[in-house]
């Protein structure tokens, strides 16, 4: 099969992931012996990433056609298994257990301008859907398919856009200034456009210089137009539910201050 | 006024999640794609698949809020809903069916009377929702629903 992924990408995509769990539920377990709150529900998040993620690699997809099989590891790399793996915050649990020192430049580097830049909204989004609009608009990926170093490179840009743009764009972690809502609704929306328009061309026309057959087409375009609405749907909800709590703090300091000056003034003489 | 907001943006939602499963899903009748679309038809289709997801979860998120400012008027919302789930319809039956020729309600048989109803019963829940809000907005709303804003339970 042409979009079968090198083999060792996949053996060090799943030694890391792997690692990386087993660190993460290290770090929790340091952090509540410590006495700190930490909630389960962050670890079996950040796991299930991890197994969406080596899920993903593994391509265990059986006789789905070619290209249908691509966006199902598509679907997992770089849009599943990044929302799973944010949500667990691995970032805060970073500089919450790290050694001092790593933790001063882990500092640094989240309020520095610089390096906090590709994570802003925008560019997340342009790193990541441009991406996709190169790969799937232009001869990449059939080039790809005959370079195993292309296409290493190309799932790891498709990992590492993702893990950025649900990064950026959730906002969970502590990084130098967070988007406003408005912002980050209007991404949202041009990115889910974006990725509607691409699967929708993908039903009509391959991507150049391919030759699936219209089946494999239609079912793929369909995976990656639907795949591309759950998680959508997935992160608006989760950027909804941090407005409603923001506005519920708003409320509750509202309700504070009302009360506080309402007692003061019944205590005045 | 959030309260008639957060019905429109759940009445977009909701038209286009009936749309979605009822019609392209369960039905069959709407083609997913039907390569007679033009770009602009395709771009205007994903703005607005994509767009009412949004619209649902904020619809929802506000009506929750504003439930718990204590500042809902029912009666506002469902003015709402209507205006939302028919102005979506009537853009769909005629804007993205006609106009950019994205894909037509059924395919096989004589289109008149489905659009006819399709478009009919969108602009008979605009009408609805006009009314509904212009008697909301006439009549004083309950007491219970312009009073302070309730705190909520827990304090910290």
Not at chain 1, 173 to 196: I, N, Q, W
Not at chain 2, 5 to 29: K, P
Not at chain 2, 82 to 107: P, S, V
Request: charged letters at 15%.
């Amino acid at each position: 099969m042409t979009s079968a992924l090198p083999a060792p990408f996949t053996v060090a995509v799943t030694t890391a992931t792997v690692l990386g769990c087993l660190a993460y539920l290290a770090a929790a377990a340091r952090l509540r012996t410590r006495g700190d709150a930490w909630p389960y529900g962050r670890d079996a998040l950040f796991c299930a990433g991890g197994a969406v993620l080596v899920a993903g690699v593994s391509e265990p997809w059986g006789a789905a056609p070619p290209f249908t099989a691509h966006m199902l590891t598509h679907l997992c790399v770089g849009m599943l298994a990044p929302l799973l793996l944010v949500l667990g915050r691995p970032l805060t649990l970073l500089l919450r257990t790290a050694p001092v020192t790593l933790r001063r430049g882990l500092v640094t580097l989240t309020r520095s301008r610089w390096a906090t830049a590709p994570a802003l909204p925008p560019v997340a989004a342009l790193l990541d859907f441009g991406g996709l609009w190169l790969l799937y608009r232009t001869p990449l990926l059939s080039v790809s398919h005959h370079s195993p170093w292309l296409n290493t490179l190309v799932h790891v840009h498709i990992l590492l856009a993702g893990l950025l743009f649900s990064f950026g764009l959730l906002a969970l972690d502590p990084v130098r200034h967070r988007p406003g809502y408005g912002l980050r609704a209007a991404v949202l929306l041009t990115a889910g456009t974006a990725h509607a328009v691409l699967a929708k061309s993908l039903y009509a026309a391959g991507p150049p210089g391919t030759s699936f057959g219209a089946a494999d087409l239609h079912l793929a375009s369909q995976v990656m137009y639907y795949g591309g609405d759950a998680v959508e749907l997935a992160l608006a909800a989760v950027v909804a539910y941090q407005w409603y709590r923001s506005e519920g703090r708003a409320l509750r300091r509202a309700g504070r201050a009302r009360h506080s000056g309402a007692t003061a003034a019944a205590t005045r003489p | 006024m959030r309260s008639v907001l957060s019905g429109v943006l759940t009445g977009i939602g909701t038209a286009a999640f009936i749309d979605e499963t009822v019609f392209h899903q369960l039905l069959h009748w709407h083609h997913f794609y039907d390569k007679s679309t033009t770009d602009v038809g395709l771009v205007s289709d994903g703005l607005f698949h994509a767009g009412s997801w949004l619209a649902m979860v904020a619809g929802l998120v506000l009506y929750a809020d504003v439930r718990r400012r204590g500042t809902l008027v029912p009666r506002k919302w469902w003015s709402g809903l209507c205006l939302g789930l028919g102005g979506f319809q009537l853009y769909d039956g005629t804007f993205q069916h006609k106009g950019l020729g994205i894909h037509q309600i059924r395919y096989g048989v004589d289109l008149a009377p489905y659009d006819w109803t399709w478009n009919g019963i969108a602009v008979l829940l605009l009408v609805a929702g006009a009314l509904l809000l212009v008697r909301a907005s006439r009549r004083p709303p309950r007491a219970a629903s312009r009073t302070e804003p309730r705190t909520p339970s827990r304090t910290r």
